[in-house]
Antibody, heavy 121, light 107 residues
Framework: EVQLLESGGGLAQPGGSLRLSCAAS????????MSWVRQAPGKGLEWISV????????HYADSVKGRFNISRDDSKNTLYLHLYNLRADDTALYYC??????????????WGQGSLVTVSS | DIQMTQSPSSLSASVGDRVTITCQAS??????LNWYQQKPGKAPNLLIY???NLKRGVPSRFSGSGSGTDFTFTISSLQPEDTGTYYC?????????FGGGTKLEIK
């Protein structure tokens, strides 16, 4: 059974930093692209970033480009999202998600339960 | 960036009704379109991928169609457990974009 468990969320000040982690199990982590998607309170879904297998290719939404960094450690079956220069509008529940197919990064078939990030002074 | 316009933003229907949600892309996306269901307090759940393919284990009352810029998601006979918010999502080679969502309630 695929399991994705996010952690690392919490309260951060504007301009501050956080690191989110997503521990994966139940599948061959290194074979799959992984994504981060966020959802502000009461709002819709916003894709943030994807990292393909091998870590050679990453993409970001314009809203976080230059402030967030996605990475992965295949030896630990863990996905990361480093959040820098946080703003109030980064407040959201952050989900990690696994693709349906190995090698693809576009069909988000399995999701974690989310990690809440609150940016406030 | 490709924009996704989803409609309606909310709807109320009765058990047994046929329900349709539409999604329009700002440019041709071929069949690169997925549909998700999200229940309150839960993560989204992929239902349909590549416009018309039903994910394994998803009930057959759910279906999708379309290509290019216009897509449709249909529930053939609405069930009480189908309440929630539905999202379309497109993918190109560098980004994913979600529609604004459709909140579905049972009358």
């Amino acid at each position: 059974e695929v399991q994705l468990l996010e952690s690392g969320g919490g309260l951060a000040q504007p301009g501050g930093s956080l690191r989110l982690s997503c521990a994966a199990s139940g599948f061959t982590f290194s074979d799959y692209a992984m994504s981060w998607v966020r959802q502000a309170p009461g709002k819709g879904l916003e894709w943030i970033s994807v990292i393909y297998r091998g870590s050679y290719t990453t993409h970001y939404a314009d809203s976080v480009k230059g402030r967030f960094n996605i990475s992965r450690d295949d030896s630990k079956n863990t996905l990361y999202l480093h959040l820098y220069n946080l703003r109030a509008d980064d407040t959201a529940l952050y989900y990690c998600a696994k693709d349906l197919y190995s090698g693809s990064g576009s069909r988000l078939s399995d999701w974690g339960q989310g990690s809440l990030v609150t940016v406030s002074s | 960036d490709i924009q996704m316009t989803q409609s309606p933003s909310s709807l109320s229907a009765s058990v047994g009704d046929r329900v349709t949600i539409t999604c329009q892309a700002s440019q041709d996306i071929s069949n690169y379109l997925n549909w998700y269901q999200q229940k309150p307090g839960k993560a989204p759940n992929l239902l349909i991928y590549d416009a018309s393919n039903l994910k394994r284990g998803v009930p057959s009352r759910f279906s999708g169609s379309g290509s290019g810029t216009d897509f449709t998601f249909t529930i053939s006979s609405l069930q009480p457990e189908d309440t929630g918010t539905y999202y379309c999502q497109q993918y190109d080679f560098v980004s994913l974009t979600f529609g604004g969502g459709t909140k579905l309630e049972i009358k």
